[in-house]
């Protein structure tokens, strides 16, 4: 009867032929620049990145692109949403639905002269062109920023 047992487990010899895992090519394929020694392929991105335009002297102005314009809202539109004596800052016009959000906040507003105004209102925290502000005031009413 074949009963007897081994003290130490069998040590194995490496393979190297065609029965293991890095045998004849060691994984690397056959021929080629890549199964050679000392093989380095050169950057494919490379090539695309240097016909990109270089954009020269775009970084004058990079902040313009970014700033957030101010919304229009002229005296006309304040005069049909608006009564007499009434107080008018960006947030009244949001609820009045004269400006939208501008990503989730409220924009700066900006109140130009188109239109007519014949009573006096008050304009607080928005920007004004000059013939607005001459119009506002002739009314009767006053800007305050």
């Known amino acids: 009867m074949n ?17 293991s895992k890095r045998g004849k090519t060691s994984g690397r394929g056959t021929k080629g620049q890549a199964s050679r020694a000392g093989n380095k392929k050169r950057p494919e991105l490379r090539d695309r990145i240097k016909k990109l335009p270089k954009l020269r002297g775009r970084g004058k102005n990079i902040n313009k692109a970014f700033r957030i314009k101010a ?32 990503g989730g906040k409220l924009p700066a507003v ?20 000059p013939a607005a502000k001459v119009k506002i005031e002739a009314a009767g009413g006053t800007v305050n920023g």
């Open 3 to 19: 009963l007897l047992k081994r003290t130490t487990e069998n040590k194995k010899a490496k393979t190297v032929g065609r029965g």
């Open 110 to 129: 900006k109140v130009l002269a188109g239109g007519e105004i014949t009573y006096a209102v008050s304009i607080f925290d928005c920007d004004i062109s």
């Open 71 to 102: 919304t229009p809202v002229n005296v006309g539109m304040i005069a049909a949403a608006f009564e007499a004596k009434a107080s008018i800052n960006p947030s009244v016009l949001f609820e009045k639905g004269l400006i939208r959000r501008v």
